[in-house]
T-cell receptor
Framework: DAGITQSPRHKVTETGTPVTLRCHQT?????MYWYRQDPGHGLRLIHY???????DKGEVSDGYSVSRSKTEDFLLTLESATSSQTSVYFC??????????FGEGSWLTVV | DQQVKQNSPSLSVQEGRISILNCDYT??????FLWYKKYPAEGPTFLIS?????DKNEDGRFTVFLNKSAKHLSLHIVPSQPGDSAVYFC???????????FGQGTRLTINP
């Protein structure tokens, strides 16, 4: 158990609507990450955070924004969802060293 | 630019035999490598890692080999068990860096 809770776990939304995914950790770790998993692409980093209000872009950040107002919560927002953002989204934390630990995932379908 | 590549999308192995999953990387700055295992509808779980100062790391049935000159690593599972059927991702990072770069994944199926 990585001590991470993702919500919602499943969501269907319409194109053009905003969507926010929440990642909550209980262990007070500094680093948090959002990845997406797509067939043929593996896991790709969207955004990450290295502290409260400290965030940076990953390799597929277009169309996404993040916020971290508290250590325990890292929010991923799709400002205007598109079908290409249909994916599985994983939050992760880094406990120390180079190993990161993932949450259970959030399945998002944009119709 | 795919810095970490897993060129085999799938692999099928008989139960009890050895499974070998391969991963290649292009960035010579990478010095820490990891393998993750993922079951359907679950998050990836950390399996084993290796630092570039080593060429082998073992943990039970799992062994990771690193060939720095070839920029290649492999994961050996011996003996393979049905519960090993999953998608395996390799990942790489630069020591002290804040993020991991993942490969595309290989789906391993263990046949009885």
């Amino acid at each position: 158990d990585a001590g991470i809770t993702q919500s919602p776990r499943h969501k269907v939304t319409e194109t053009g609507t905003p969507v926010t995914l929440r990642c909550h950790q209980t262990e007070n770790h500094r680093y948090m990450y959002w990845y997406r998993q797509d067939p043929g692409h593996g896991l790709r980093l969207i955004h990450y955070s290295y502290g409260v209000k400290d965030t940076d872009k990953g390799e597929v950040s277009d169309g996404y924004s993040v916020s971290r107002s508290k250590t325990e919560d890292f929010l991923l927002t799709l400002e205007s969802a598109t079908s290409s953002q249909t994916s599985v989204y994983f939050c992760a934390i880094r406990r120390g060293g180079n190993t990161i630990y993932f949450g259970e995932g959030s399945w998002l379908t944009v119709v | 630019d795919q810095q970490v590549k897993q060129n085999s999308p799938s692999l099928s192995v008989q139960e009890g035999r050895i499974s070998i999953l391969n991963c290649d990387y292009t960035n010579s700055m990478f010095d820490y490598f990891l393998w993750y295992k993922k079951y359907p509808a679950e998050g990836p779980t950390f399996l084993i890692s290796i630092s570039s100062i080593k060429d082998k790391n073992e943990d039970g049935r799992f062994t990771v080999f690193l060939n720095k000159s070839a920029k290649h690593l492999s994961l050996h599972i011996v003996p393979s068990q049905p519960g090993d059927s999953a998608v395996y991702f390799c990942a790489a990072s630069v020591e002290g860096a804040q993020k991991l770069v993942f490969g595309q994944g290989t789906r391993l199926t263990i046949n009885p």
